[in-house]
């Protein structure tokens, strides 16, 4: 959740996740209204953290179930249908936003191949057998390429807060979102239940669905509080959702649950069906703590948002260079790596030609974020099924996914004249 503050604010996301609220949260707050932009994203999150903590609470067991159903087959189509959703990603093009896309996954590809070992496009580089990390490319494409773009243009500067820019929003608003929110918040839990998958699919997912749903579809990308919503309802309830194979099953949903099933196993927890016999005031304290943390989340946001949402009108001489020395030592940090400050540079260049050029960089981030899931997927399903691509028609869930992707990509974009 908080990493929608440096999106909505700054355009920078602080998670991966975060890259599709600076969709619309960077322009609503650009318009005047930064502290709606806040007030939104954290209400929309403490709403999927809630619907994603109800489903930990009753749900667990099924779902967990559910989720061991799908191969790895099941899994690539799904991200093949999540890359085909890059297509509506924003204001752009449906061309613009699939070749982001496809440039994203293509940077995904140097590095270790996932079945054979054997390292690929890496020129020779020691510090490229791994592939590019993503927190340096993440830094490098919003946040480098937003201070260049603010260096080389007049458009640093975010309007006057208008009068309704209050954090705190009324319950009218909600009772309009409240559609948006439950189909978002129940998109994110969904996904998040699927090991491997994450909070990237989920807040793309939910985005692309609302914008379909939408009555002003054409706002997307422009400042859209249905944007916003989706985005970070979708995105905080795959927390809860990626604890649900954890605590059922033992299977960590994401690299958060991987470091909480190593934690549990050192105080000699074994997480899986026999935890919920065996030791049922553990199971009750974590479902309770994602409740307590997402109150207590909401509560500090919300109390300092105010004072947050004046972080744009800081001066950029004094900004600049605060946020500059953040992102060397963020790149640095990440392994001790100067390897990797390169790499942030260049990909903030990359991203400020990019922006020039009207491409999408959420595309661009989601693409690159997803190719590797689709590959060692795919890779782990020919092994299984002895190198037969067979199982991606001749399984109902994989051969629905793929349909589906095949007829977004050849439907003809009609956003511009849906009307309400």
């Known amino acids: 959740s908080g990493g929608l503050i440096s999106a909505t604010l700054l355009r920078m996301p602080g998670t991966p996740a975060a890259v599709m609220t600076t969709l619309d949260g960077y322009p609503m707050a650009r318009a005047g209204q930064p502290g709606r932009a806040l007030g939104l994203g954290i209400g929309a999150s403490l709403f999927g953290g809630v619907i994603s903590w109800f489903a930990l609470w009753q749900l667990a067991e099924p779902m967990a179930d ?48 996932p079945a054979t070992g054997e390292l690929r496009w890496t020129l020779g580089i020691t510090s490229m057998n791994e592939g590019f990390r993503l927190i340096p490319v993440l830094i490098g494409m919003f946040a480098i390429g937003k201070i260049l773009d603010d ?111 190593g934690a549990l196993i050192v105080h000699g927890l074994q997480p899986g069906p026999l935890l919920f016999r065996q030791n049922p005031q553990a199971v009750h304290a974590i479902i309770g703590t994602v409740l307590v943390a997402n109150v207590i989340m909401f509560a500090l946001m919300l109390g300092g948002a105010r004072w947050i949402a004046r972080l744009p009108s800081v001066p950029k001489k004094i900004l600049v260079p605060i946020v500059t020395g953040c992102c060397i030592w963020g790149a640095y940090a990440l392994n001790g790596l100067w390897f990797d400050v390169g790499v ?20 661009f981030v989601i693409g690159f974020v997803l190719a590797p899931v689709a590959e060692e997927n795919l890779c782990a399903g020919l092994m299984a099924s002895g190198g037969s691509y067979a199982p991606l028609v001749t399984k109902p869930i994989s051969l629905g996914l793929l349909l589906v992707a095949t007829v977004l990509l050849l439907r003809k974009k009609n956003v511009s004249t849906k009307t309400a």
């Open 151 to 261: 260096l080389t243009s007049d458009e640093g500067k975010m309007e006057t807060a208008s009068g309704d820019d209050s954090p705190f929003i009324p319950l009218s608003t909600w009772r309009h979102q409240i559609g948006n929110l439950l189909r978002s918040s129940g998109i994110g839990t969904l996904i998040g239940v699927l090991p491997g998958v994450g909070a990237n699919i989920g807040s793309l997912a939910a985005y692309a669905t609302a914008k379909q749903a939408s009555n002003q579809p054409e706002k997307f990308g422009k400042g859209s509080e249905q944007g916003i919503v989706a985005s970070e309802s979708a995105n905080n309830a795959t927390v809860g959702g990626a604890l649900i194979p954890l605590i059922a099953l033992g299977v960590p949903g994401s690299v958060i649950g991987a470091v909480l099933l």
């Open 66 to 113: 559910w989720s061991t159903k799908l191969g790895p087959f099941d899994i690539f189509s799904l991200v093949v249908l999540a890359l085909a959703l890059l297509a509506g990603v924003g204001e752009s093009t449906r061309s613009r936003g699939l070749l982001a896309g496809s440039l994203g996954v293509l940077v995904a590809m140097p590095g270790m191949h």
């Open 344 to 363: 942030m540079l260049v990909f903030g260049v990359a991203g400020w030609r990019m922006e020039k050029a009207k491409l999408p960089l959420a595309a």
